[in-house]
């Protein structure tokens, strides 16, 4: 996504080729101390109190993956861009993280089962956002937890999700659903912004899933 006025781009980017200039964004690269923090902050009431496994779908360059590895969770990061992953391993080098490279809404994890699936401005741009969510739940352990932070963004043609359609999809899988709206906190984003954007955090049940 590029142009917050004239509609989706994302299909269309070239993500290789974008790598290497991805981080300049606050909430992208997250390189000025006070977005860093924010970010930090939110991700923590987010995730479980405990060290977990966290698969980051859309994983970019890693900048929310190395803020889970710091507050002690073993990390998986997916990403379809094969520079934005080598990026990624080289900003989480010596950290308790791998980095694979895959489709977020079919990642290549196998038997592999998460606590947190963590997703950042992914799921509102795939072809059945509901099939991803049933998808990634049969990846979570009992009890696990969705982490989805999306938005919508534009005035003229806008896109994304809106955290009623979210809520909605969530509903049959998982119990407890929160949101937590971020448009009003700035410091995410490294600047005021007038569009929808939220966080989920929807738990599921201790069950089999």
């Not at 190395?66 to 900003?91: F, N």
């Not at 947190?116 to 956002?129: N, T």
């Not at 049969?138 to 955290?163: D, K, M, N, S, Y």
Request: proline residues 7%; charged residues 25%.
């Amino acid at each position: 996504m590029t142009n917050e006025e004239t509609g989706p781009t994302w299909a269309d980017e070239d993500w290789d080729a974008l790598a290497a200039s991805f981080d300049d964004e606050p909430d992208h690269g997250l390189r000025e101390p006070e977005v860093r923090r924010a970010w930090a902050a939110r991700l923590r009431s987010w995730l479980p109190g405990r060290a977990s496994d966290v698969l980051d779908l859309g994983c970019g360059t890693g900048s929310l993956s190395l803020l889970a590895a710091e507050q002690g969770h073993r990390v998986t990061g997916v990403d379809s861009s094969p520079a934005m992953v080598d990026l990624a391993r080289a900003k989480l080098a010596g950290r308790d993280a791998v980095f694979l490279v895959g489709d977020a809404g079919a990642p290549p994890v196998g038997e592999q089962r998460f606590d947190v699936v963590l997703v950042r401005h992914v799921l509102w741009a795939l072809p059945d956002p509901g099939r991803a969510l049933r998808h990634w739940r049969e990846l979570l352990r009992p009890g696990g937890r969705f982490v989805l932070v999306e938005g919508v963004w534009g005035t003229l043609g806008p896109v994304g999700i809106p955290a009623t359609r979210l809520t909605g999809l969530l509903a049959p899988l998982a119990g407890d659903v929160r949101v937590d709206r971020l448009s009003g906190d700035a410091l995410l984003w490294g600047r005021d912004v007038p569009d929808e954007r939220y966080a989920v955090v929807a738990v599921t049940s201790a069950g089999t899933p």
